[in-house]
Every structure is written in structure tokens, then in C-alpha cells.
T-cell receptor
Framework: EPEVTQTPSHQVTQMGQEVILRCVPI?????FYWYRQILGQKVEFLVS????????KSEIFDDQFSVERPDGSNFTLKIRSTKLEDSAMYFC?????????????FGPGTRLTVL | AQSVTQLGSHVSVSEGALVLLRCNYS??????LFWYVQYPNQGLQLLLK??????LVKGINGFEAEFKKSETSFHLTKPSAHMSDAAEYFC?????????????FGAGTRLFVKA
């Protein structure tokens, strides 16, 4: 069964460093998302992406964050200068369509630890 | 805008007992509702979803949920708990064109199963 994959599974970085989290969505999906889950808290929406553009972003997704689909398969989340509070589990998701009936398939997540 | 409230951050049941995890939603349009399960240090797995049609939805691992519009509820149940059901459970609602198409998660309910 097709699945969303994410690399790395764990990333440890120093405060102020740039990190890139990578995701490979399901191949025929057109809509891509990033979510974040701070330890012990709920999963929060960061950004959605379609047709090489951001469709929607949350308040969390400030100028430190960017997303890109550099080729036909990868979808990346870049954090330019990490802060301690960026430590979280980051989930990538993808879907075939935008409507609510289109299931978003979630990847296993990347745990980011900022020291 | 859509929102989700999960009643009870922790629920403890004995093995073999009924599992009931409560979820209430708020939506100005017909909602698309989901339950996800997250095992320790793992990603999000879809348990079941309601989009349209039958209001009693059956999912994986013996779970089911009933959409009750009059009560704006989508409670998750399982007749007999198993030790392997111990996990975090998230109720979620998909936004539509009025609120973006992101998935909005509840705060989660951690299920403990006692032997």
C-alpha cells in the first residue's frame, strides 16, 4: 500500500541552525501539508501546498519556515534558524484532492530536537 | 470555522471493558470527521472517518463511531478493550472551503488499559 515517507526520523540540531525535513508524498497526490506536534500537545496545522504554491498557512508558519517541492517526488520543510520552541514532531501529509472527503495520509513524522 | 473538543485527556479502562472516547465538534457546514490513533513514538494512523451517508462508522481494530448531528458529537467506542489499544486518540475535523482544507485536531485522549 502506498505510504508517505519522511526523513530523517530524528534530527538533533543546535539553536540557530537551519534544518530541512524531507517528505515523499504518495505519488499521485497533488496536495501536501505539514503539521507539528509539540510534545504532549495536539497536532497543529502549519501549511498546505498545491501547484507549487502555498494554499494556506497558520500563524505558526512565520518567515523562518519555508516549503518547497524541489522535484517531482520530494516535499520539504525548511526552518532557517531554529529555536528551542521548534522542538516537536513534524508530520507530512498528502491527499489526492482538497475537499474534506479526500483523506489526508500522514507520514510517520520527524522528531526535531533543538538544543 | 471548525473546531474539535475531546472530553477527558486521560481515560482508563480494564481489559475487556467498553471503551468510550468523547468528541464534540463545531462546524458551520456539514463536517468531515476523523479519529486517529497514535502509538508511542509513532505517526498518526487513521482509525475511521465520517464523510456522508451512514452515521455509524466502523473502523479498524474493532472501533466504531457514531455521528450525531443533533448532539454535534462523534464519540469513539469499542466493546471490549485490549491491552494493545493503549495509545493516544485524536478526533479531527476537516475544514472545507470556508476554513481551508486543513485537518483540525482535538487535544487528544490518552487511553490506558489495565490488566
Amino acid at each position: 500500500e502506498p505510504e508517505v515517507t519522511q526523513t530523517p526520523s530524528h534530527q538533533v540540531t543546535q539553536m540557530g541552525q537551519e534544518v530541512i525535513l524531507r517528505c515523499v508524498p504518495i505519488s499521485n497526490h497533488l496536495y501536501f501539508y505539514w503539521y507539528r506536534q509539540i510534545l504532549g500537545q495536539k497536532v497543529e496545522f502549519l501549511v498546505s501546498f498545491y501547484n507549487n504554491e502555498i494554499s494556506e498557512k497558520s500563524e505558526i508558519f512565520d518567515d523562518q519556515f519555508s516549503v518547497e517541492r524541489p522535484d517531482g517526488s520530494n516535499f520539504t520543510l525548511k526552518i532557517r534558524s531554529t529555536k528551542l520552541e521548534d522542538s516537536a514532531m513534524y508530520f507530512c501529509a498528502s491527499s489526492t484532492g482538497q475537499g474534506g472527503t479526500n483523506e489526508q495520509f500522514f507520514g510517520p513524522g520527524t522528531r526535531l530536537t533543538v538544543l | 470555522a471548525q473546531s474539535v473538543t475531546q472530553l477527558g485527556s486521560h481515560v482508563s479502562v480494564s481489559e475487556g471493558a467498553l471503551v468510550l472516547l468523547r468528541c464534540n465538534y463545531s462546524s458551520s457546514v456539514p463536517p468531515y470527521l476523523f479519529w486517529y490513533v497514535q502509538y508511542p513514538n509513532q505517526g498518526l494512523q487513521l482509525l475511521l472517518k465520517y464523510t456522508t451517508g451512514a452515521t455509524l462508522v466502523k473502523g479498524i481494530n474493532g472501533f466504531e463511531a457514531e455521528f450525531k448531528k443533533s448532539e454535534t458529537s462523534f464519540h469513539l467506542t469499542k466493546p471490549s478493550a485490549h491491552m494493545s489499544d493503549a495509545a493516544e486518540y485524536f478526533c479531527a475535523v476537516r475544514g472545507d472551503y470556508t476554513g481551508g482544507f486543513k485537518t483540525i485536531f482535538g487535544a487528544g485522549t490518552r487511553l490506558f488499559v489495565k490488566a
